[in-house]
Nanobody
Framework: QVQLVESGGRLVQTGDSLRLSCAAS????????MGWFRQAPGKEREFVAR????????YYADSVKGRFTTFRDNAKNTVDLQMNNLKPEDTAVYFC????????????????WGQGTQVTVSS
């Protein structure tokens, strides 16, 4: 049974930093591209970042480029999202997802999802 469990979300202030973690089990983690998505109330789920199976390549949405960094540890089956200079518009539930086909920015392409962790940025 595949499980992705996100953690680290909480209430922060504008300009703060926060690190989210996603722990994976039940899959060959090093064979999956990992992605981060977020969903704000009343909005569609949107791509945030993704990282290749080796961790060599990373891709970011324009809205977070330069502020967010994702990295993975295949020995620990974890992928993290470091978020700096947070803004109120970053408020959302953040999800990690796994894709065995090479990854994309489209949620429909991902095979497995976590339950999400809430990030709230106050102004």
């Amino acid at each position: 049974q595949v499980q992705l469990v996100e953690s680290g979300g909480r209430l922060v202030q504008t300009g703060d930093s926060l690190r989210l973690s996603c722990a994976a089990s039940g899959l060959t983690f090093s064979s999956y591209t990992m992605g981060w998505f977020r969903q704000a109330p009343g909005k569609e789920r949107e791509f945030v970042a993704r990282i290749s199976i080796s961790g060599t390549y990373t891709y970011y949405a324009d809205s977070v480029k330069g502020r967010f960094t994702t990295f993975r540890d295949n020995a620990k089956n974890t992928v993290d999202l470091q978020m700096n200079n947070l803004k109120p518009e970053d408020t959302a539930v953040y999800f990690c997802a796994a894709d065995q086909r090479g990854g994309s920015r489209y949620a429909r392409d991902y095979d497995y999802w976590g339950q999400g962790t809430q990030v709230t940025v106050s102004s």
